[in-house]
Protein backbone atom coordinates (compact mmCIF):
# COMPACT_ATOMS: atom_id res chain seq x y z
CA UNK A 1 0.00 0.00 0.00
CA UNK A 2 1.05 3.54 -0.81
CA UNK A 3 0.18 6.69 1.07
CA UNK A 4 0.20 10.57 -0.56
CA UNK A 5 0.47 12.63 1.85
CA UNK A 6 -0.43 16.76 0.39
CA UNK A 7 0.54 19.93 2.19
CA UNK A 8 0.77 23.79 1.48
CA UNK A 9 -2.59 24.75 0.53
CA UNK A 10 -4.34 27.89 1.72
CA UNK A 11 -5.94 30.29 0.90
CA UNK A 12 -4.19 33.20 -1.24
CA UNK A 13 -5.00 37.21 -2.52
CA UNK A 14 -5.08 36.92 -6.30
CA UNK A 15 -1.53 37.54 -8.03
CA UNK A 16 -0.21 35.37 -5.27
CA UNK A 17 2.07 32.20 -4.84
CA UNK A 18 1.80 28.66 -3.15
CA UNK A 19 3.70 25.82 -2.78
CA UNK A 20 2.23 22.53 -3.07
CA UNK A 21 4.39 19.30 -1.43
CA UNK A 22 3.05 15.64 -1.40
CA UNK A 23 5.22 13.15 0.27
CA UNK A 24 4.59 9.11 -0.84
CA UNK A 25 5.61 6.62 1.47
CA UNK A 26 5.05 2.75 1.59
CA UNK A 27 5.66 0.02 -0.59
CA UNK A 28 7.45 1.72 -3.61
CA UNK A 29 9.68 0.38 -5.51
CA UNK A 30 9.86 3.57 -7.73
CA UNK A 31 7.25 6.01 -8.88
CA UNK A 32 6.97 6.19 -12.92
CA UNK A 33 4.85 9.51 -12.75
CA UNK A 34 3.86 12.21 -10.07
CA UNK A 35 1.07 14.95 -10.63
CA UNK A 36 -1.33 17.37 -9.46
CA UNK A 37 -4.99 17.26 -10.62
CA UNK A 38 -7.68 19.39 -9.45
CA UNK A 39 -11.40 19.82 -8.54
CA UNK A 40 -13.62 23.16 -8.92
CA UNK A 41 -15.67 23.49 -6.50
CA UNK A 42 -18.95 22.83 -9.51
CA UNK A 43 -17.19 20.02 -11.08
CA UNK A 44 -17.45 16.07 -9.70
CA UNK A 45 -14.65 13.70 -9.45
CA UNK A 46 -15.15 12.43 -13.65
CA UNK A 47 -14.35 16.06 -13.79
CA UNK A 48 -10.54 16.34 -12.08
CA UNK A 49 -8.33 18.17 -14.57
CA UNK A 50 -4.67 17.30 -14.63
CA UNK A 51 -2.74 20.66 -13.13
CA UNK A 52 0.98 19.02 -13.85
CA UNK A 53 3.01 16.00 -14.30
CA UNK A 54 6.48 14.75 -14.41
CA UNK A 55 8.01 11.90 -14.85
CA UNK A 56 11.05 9.92 -13.00
CA UNK A 57 13.31 11.45 -15.17
CA UNK A 58 12.16 15.16 -15.07
CA UNK A 59 9.72 14.84 -18.04
CA UNK A 60 7.32 17.52 -17.57
CA UNK A 61 3.76 18.44 -18.96
CA UNK A 62 1.23 21.07 -18.08
CA UNK A 63 -2.34 22.39 -18.92
CA UNK A 64 -2.28 25.01 -21.05
CA UNK A 65 -4.18 27.54 -17.94
CA UNK A 66 -1.33 27.08 -15.85
CA UNK A 67 1.65 27.28 -18.46
CA UNK A 68 3.92 30.39 -17.45
CA UNK A 69 2.56 30.40 -14.01
CA UNK A 70 3.10 26.87 -12.29
CA UNK A 71 6.05 24.93 -11.75
CA UNK A 72 6.26 21.19 -11.23
CA UNK A 73 9.39 19.19 -9.97
CA UNK A 74 9.99 16.36 -7.70
CA UNK A 75 12.63 14.91 -5.58
CA UNK A 76 13.10 11.09 -5.90
CA UNK A 77 15.15 10.17 -3.22
CA UNK A 78 12.39 11.78 -1.19
CA UNK A 79 9.15 10.54 -3.45
CA UNK A 80 8.20 13.86 -3.17
CA UNK A 81 6.89 16.41 -5.72
CA UNK A 82 5.89 20.14 -5.79
CA UNK A 83 3.78 22.44 -7.14
CA UNK A 84 4.77 26.07 -7.34
CA UNK A 85 2.09 28.40 -8.37
CA UNK A 86 2.69 31.80 -8.91
CA UNK A 87 0.34 35.04 -10.30
CA UNK A 88 -2.92 32.40 -9.00
CA UNK A 89 -6.03 33.66 -10.58
CA UNK A 90 -9.41 33.46 -8.99
CA UNK A 91 -10.53 30.18 -11.22
CA UNK A 92 -7.22 28.80 -9.80
CA UNK A 93 -9.22 27.77 -7.00
CA UNK A 94 -10.14 23.99 -6.59
CA UNK A 95 -8.92 21.27 -4.64
CA UNK A 96 -5.72 20.43 -5.63
CA UNK A 97 -4.93 16.02 -5.64
CA UNK A 98 -1.63 14.43 -5.66
CA UNK A 99 -1.28 11.31 -8.16
CA UNK A 100 1.16 8.65 -8.47
CA UNK A 101 1.64 5.90 -10.58
CA UNK A 102 3.80 3.53 -8.87
CA UNK A 103 5.96 0.64 -10.01
CA UNK A 104 5.79 -1.94 -6.97
CA UNK A 105 8.44 -4.19 -8.93
CA UNK A 106 7.79 -7.33 -11.46
CA UNK A 107 5.85 -4.77 -13.64
CA UNK A 108 3.11 -4.11 -11.46
CA UNK A 109 2.35 -0.36 -11.60
CA UNK A 110 -0.82 0.78 -9.85
CA UNK A 111 -1.99 4.52 -9.69
CA UNK A 112 -2.66 6.32 -6.67
CA UNK A 113 -4.54 9.36 -4.71
CA UNK A 114 -4.27 11.61 -1.63
CA UNK A 115 -6.52 13.24 0.11
CA UNK A 116 -6.29 16.72 -1.27
CA UNK A 117 -5.35 19.87 -0.50
CA UNK A 118 -7.89 23.54 -1.03
CA UNK A 119 -6.82 25.96 -2.82
CA UNK A 120 -8.63 29.40 -2.58
CA UNK A 121 -7.64 32.28 -4.40
CA UNK A 122 -9.56 35.47 -3.60
CA UNK A 123 -9.58 39.39 -2.05
Known amino acids: QVQLVESGGGLVQPGGSLRLSCAAS????????MGWYRQAPEKQREQREL??????????NYADSVKGRFAISRDNAKNTVYLQMSSLKVEDTAVYYC??????????????WGQGTQVTVSE
Open 99 to 112: NADVNHGLGRIYDY
Open 51 to 60: VASITRYGVT
Open 26 to 33: GSIFSIVT
